[in-house]
Antibody, heavy 120, light 111 residues
């Protein structure tokens, strides 16, 4: 059974940093692209970043480019998202999502999310 | 403002059919067959319902179907059931600087 468990969220001041983790199990982690998608309270989904299975290719939304960094440790079956220079508008539930067998552009399994709150 | 445009809400009675539209441009929806649809119930994680315009993952009811014409993709739900009441989001690969874009979401109410 595929499981994705996010952690690392919390309350942080504007300008601060946070690192999110996503522990994966139930599939061969290194074979699949992984993404982070966020959802601000009461709002829609926003794609944030994607990391290829090997970890060599990364892609970011314009809204986080230069501030966030996605990475993975295939030996630990774990995906990360480093959040720097945080802004109030980064407040959201951050989901970890697994790319499918057929395409990296959609996600067939999602975690339950970890909440990031940016506030002074 | 979302990159893909969806109606904010749709409603219908049990047993009826509805179609949710998702309009983009030739740089995303119209140019590639990488449109997907997700269902999200309140307080829950999104669930993949349709991938690559019209492919239905294993376990998803055949009452759900997807299609595309030009720059607009559509999700059709037939034989509406109370459990279909949820938010629905489309997404697509985009040739722009961002790899993937989502629609703003559509709230489906089953009357």
């Amino acid at each position: 059974e595929v499981q994705l468990l996010e952690s690392g969220g919390g309350l942080v001041q504007p300008g601060g940093s946070l690192r999110l983790s996503c522990a994966a199990s139930g599939f061969t982690f290194s074979n699949y692209a992984m993404s982070w998608v966020r959802q601000a309270p009461g709002k829609g989904l926003e794609w944030v970043a994607l990391n290829s299975g090997s970890g060599k290719s990364t892609y970011y939304a314009d809204s986080v480019k230069g501030r966030f960094s996605i990475s993975r440790d295939n030996s630990k079956n774990t995906l990360y998202l480093q959040l720097n220079s945080l802004r109030v508008e980064d407040t959201a539930l951050y989901y970890c999502a697994k790319g499918s067998e057929s395409s990296v552009y959609h996600s067939d399994y999602w975690g339950q999310g970890t909440l990031v709150t940016v506030s002074s | 403002q979302s990159a893909l445009t969806q109606p904010a809400s749709v409603s219908a009675s049990p047993g009826e059919s509805i179609t949710i539209s998702c309009t983009g441009t030739s740089s995303d929806v119209g140019g590639y067959n990488y449109v997907s649809w997700y269902q999200q119930h309140p307080g829950k994680a999104p669930k993949l319902m349709i991938s690559d315009v019209s492919n239905r993952p294993s376990g998803v009811s055949n009452r759900f179907s997807g299609s595309k014409s030009g720059n607009t993709a559509s999700l059709t739900i037939s034989g509406l059931q109370a459990e279909d009441e949820a938010d629905y989001y489309c997404s697509s690969y985009t040739r722009g600087s961002t790899l993937v874009v989502f629609g703003g979401g559509t709230k489906l109410t089953v009357l």
